[in-house]
């Protein structure tokens, strides 16, 4: 991609990651709902328990990729930000 700064390519990238980490915590969001602390079940209603299982299955496969989108999404924003701080200094 000529033309683009170096600034403008890591913008791109952290909104883009940002993004993904947004749709991510919807997702994880939407999941929680469903999910309820305490069941209280008798013998028959072993498919609630198994329900329960997948769903809390599902959140810890998410939860990895939340942590790294949110630690990536954070490093960019220092990363940006002190380019811009420097790039400041130099031109002061």
């Known amino acids: 991609m000529p033309g683009l700064s170096p600034i403008l390519m890591l913008l791109i990238l952290w909104g883009a990651i940002t993004l993904v980490l947004i749709v991510l915590l919807i997702y994880r969001s939407t999941l929680s709902m469903h999910e309820d602390d305490q069941l209280f079940l008798s013998e028959g209603e072993n498919q609630l ?8 299955k599902k959140m810890d496969k998410i939860q990895p990729f939340v942590r790294t ?14 380019w811009g701080i420097y790039d400041m200094y130099k031109n002061f």
């Not at 328990?49 to 809390?56: I, V």
């Not at 989108?69 to 002190?82: D, I, K, N, Q, T």
């Open 69 to 82: 989108c949110g630690a990536l999404s954070a490093l960019l924003l220092v990363v940006m930000a002190g």
């Open 49 to 56: 328990a198994q329900e329960q299982a997948e769903l809390q």
